[in-house]
């Protein structure tokens, strides 16, 4: 069974019906903003400081060039979604074997952590440089912002989308300051537009910007971003989708490439105009800019900024996580375990390398998060060309031949450069260990593997035949699968559905009870933090898809001649689904479970145990 991708905000936004042009548009803006913190988080910083004060501005038009193969790119990934409302992992998983998708997910998984791992840090440095507080605090206290977006994202996409966007704004407006504080020569900017290589250091410089420029997460992310929005699903809304969507990529991708131009202008004006050219580290920048620049206020501006920066990136790198592993496994688990787990991931390691070696070391730390996040983005890339050229899965909306041409030019450069940095870093770790044997018994192979899996998903499709599945066009794409009914035996049955794999079971065993003469009751609970707190009173979202789904099942089931009735219940279902059976006379209340017990109830959740000491009829548990 598989399920719509960020199926808590899926569709949870109406572009239909507006009143004019402006708000017709207005209301596709968004998704692109929560892409374009990936493009400036402080895995960038490092390096558009680097390239600043070393070499002015010769390597603004580096910059320029990354900003527009990402915007390409990206919009790749926003067709994605909007043609066959499938995001980047659903459609690997689609099309892979289980075992390529398996390593896949993995690469994906380790790229998060590493992303997650540059942003963890980047705060915490902002949280030092502005309040003194250790680093090591300063990680930890990062941990914080996971039940922040648990908040954000339970009051709804466009409140999460608000508060990027404000972020986004705090760091542009400290970015104006400090162009105005640190007044760079105009004309010497308009110059950095145009390509030079001054040196072989500036090119390896160039590799690591446009390296750390487009990040894989974000086609993950992206593509089901854009489905959060609601519109006509004809050809002619389709196309309107995709020219709104372009526009919103646009101009929140013009913004990140204002703030990491700001970045290197200001490393340039500031740095390499004093001679300052080995200025690399965020925390050198912060420390000399107050006595450079003449005033307090461009330190401060740039830690305010930084902590904007890793906090953006936090919560869209969390969520694309979520998309990773519900895509690639079709496996959901609760929310906020997804994401302590993926904060934990780049916490702890974090934690031990400051602990261990000191806070010397973070500048590393960014570097080889790069490092990871390059090895994976060829895996992200050539898989999203394939899709939205593939016309069978596009239905007529692939992208024409130019297009494809100019995609796969942008891919062979980005894996290549990327393919040199990780070479590079690899022989520099051969050269400096203590004990090389290690690193070509374990890292060697390893980027071997990963070259021989890059060259798999590169060329299979071209010698694959197509073999394409058929669709389910079911309610919320639900392939559930009816055993015959045999005689009747009970007259009101109650059964307990959560919209997972388990509700096949669990129905087909009721109707083997009740047949078609039996009355059926389907109750789901909604979880919500505010579910919990404001009972049936509560609109959000959540509740909203809820309810859709919960008439899906009444409408497809009634159909088949079943007599259906639906119960909606709010807070914790322990205490909700008990409450509901005692006030009405069941026969018998019938559960599915997801067939797992230990430690993965925890991760999972369960109710079971737990209703079956609070009801007064027979509970029928049915293991999936």
């Not at 004019?20 to 548009?25: A, E, P, V």
């Amino acid at each position: 069974m598989k399920g719509k991708s960020l199926e808590e905000v899926n569709q949870s936004i109406s572009t239909q019906n507006k009143t004019s042009l402006f708000r017709k548009i207005l209301a596709f803006f968004g998704p692109a903003y929560l892409i374009s913190v990936g493009y400036m988080d402080p895995g960038n910083w490092a390096t558009d400081i680097a390239g600043g004060s070393q070499f002015g501005y010769a390597l603004l038009w580096v910059l320029l060039m990354s900003n527009i193969m990402a915007l390409l790119l990206q919009s790749l990934s926003a067709r994605l979604g909007i043609v066959t409302q499938l995001d980047l992992a659903q459609a690997s998983r689609d099309t892979y074997s289980k075992f390529v998708n398996y390593i896949l997910y993995f690469l994906a998984e380790i790229a998060i952590a590493a992303c997650d791992l540059a942003e963890v840090l980047g705060m915490a440095i902002g949280i030092n440089l502005l309040f003194g507080l250790p680093l090591i605090q300063g990680v930890m206290i990062t941990v914080l912002d996971t039940f922040l977006l648990l908040f954000l994202i339970n009051k709804g996409m466009r409140k999460m989308e608000a508060f990027i966007i404000a972020l986004v704004a705090i760091i542009g407006v400290s970015f104006i300051f400090e162009m105005i504080f640190a007044q760079p020569e105009l004309p010497k900017v308009l110059a950095g537009l145009i390509p030079s290589i001054p040196n072989e250091t500036a090119l390896y410089i160039a590799i690591g910007i446009i390296g750390a420029t487009v990040m894989p997460h974000n086609l993950y992310l992206h593509s089901s971003l854009v489905q959060t929005r609601k519109f006509d699903r004809s050809d002619a809304g389709i196309k309107q989708a995709l020219k709104y969507n372009f526009i919103d990529s646009a101009i929140a991708l013009n913004l990140a490439f204002f703030v990491n131009a700001a970045i290197l202008i200001l490393a340039a004006a500031t740095f390499y105009k004093n001679g300052m050219f080995e200025v690399a580290e965020i925390q050198d920048a912060y420390k000399f800019l107050q006595p450079y620049l003449g005033t307090q206020w461009a330190p401060i501006l740039f830690a305010v900024a930084l902590i904007a920066a890793g906090q953006s990136s936090t919560v869209t790198g969390t969520l694309a996580g979520q998309i990773i592993m519900e895509g690639y496994l079709n496996l959901r688990i609760q929310p906020w375990v997804r994401r302590i787990i993926t904060r934990l991931i780049a916490i702890v390691p974090a934690v031990i390398v400051i602990s261990v070696f000191g806070e010397g070391v973070t500048g590393k730390m960014l570097i080889f998060s790069q490092v990871i996040l390059s090895l994976q983005l060829g895996f992200a890339i050539i898989p999203l060309i394939h899709f939205v050229s593939d016309k069978h899965k596009m239905k007529g909306f692939e992208i024409s031949l130019p297009t494809k041409i100019a995609a796969w030019v942008i891919a062979a450069i980005i894996v290549s450069l990327n393919a040199k940095l990780v070479f590079d870093e690899l022989q520099g770790w051969l050269e400096s260990a203590e004990h090389p044997i290690i690193l070509w018994l374990t890292a060697v192979p390893a980027a071997i593997g990963f070259l021989i899996l890059l060259l798999y998903i590169v060329f299979n499709p071209f010698f694959r035949k197509a073999t394409h599945r058929i669709v389910n066009h079911s309610p919320h794409n639900l392939a559930l699968k009816f055993s015959k009914t045999p005689a009747y035996n009970k007259k009101n049955i109650a059964v307990s559905v959560d919209f997972s794999a388990a509700d096949e079971s669990a129905l087909n065993n009721a109707f083997e009870m009740g047949g078609q003469e039996a009355h059926y009751t389907l109750i789901h609970v909604v979880e919500t933090v505010g579910a919990m707190y404001y009972g049936g009173g509560i609109e959000d979202h959540e509740t909203n898809i809820d309810k859709k789904l919960l008439e899906d099942y009444k409408i497809m089931l009634t159909e088949k001649g079943y007599h259906i009735e639906t119960r909606l219940g709010f807070g914790k279902p322990d205490k909700v689904i008990p409450e509901i059976v005692n006030e009405t006379p069941f026969d018998v209340l019938v559960m599915g479970t997801h067939g797992h017990t230990g430690f993965k109830d925890l991760l999972f959740g369960t109710t079971v145990n737990k209703v079956r000491h609070k009801i007064n009829i027979p509970l029928f548990i049915v293991k999936n």
